[in-house]
């Protein structure tokens, strides 16, 4: 199989419950930190931690406005991860 170090990182990301909340938060609209904060009741700290790993694996991106900074998800890598996944998990 290649790229299984790749998929194995990706899938990783979404060992944590926190991680997987925030995407699924992610999949309806674009929010900063503090409305994460406050859907999910988890720490600001921990949120800006789990943000940061989404966005160096490409698939949250930031965007600046004002005061604040708006995450969403970067459809086209999502749509990747589902094919990988998709393939990975696809039993012939």
């Known amino acids: 199989m290649k790229n299984a170090d ?3 990182n990706l899938f990783d990301l979404f060992a944590v419950s926190s991680r997987v909340r925030i995407i699924n938060a992610l999949k309806h609209k674009s929010l900063c930190v503090t409305e994460i904060t406050s859907q999910l009741g988890i720490t600001r700290p ?6 940061r790993l989404f966005r160096n694996a490409g698939i949250v991106k930031a965007i600046k ?3 604040f ?12 991860l589902r094919k990988a996944a998709n393939d990975f998990l696809k039993i012939d």
Request: charged share 20%; hydrophobic share 40%.
């Open 65 to 67: 406005r004002g005061f």
């Open 6 to 8: 790749a998929l194995a």
């Open 69 to 80: 900074v708006y995450y969403h998800l970067d459809k086209k890598k999502m749509s990747l």
């Open 46 to 51: 921990a949120t800006s931690q789990h943000l």
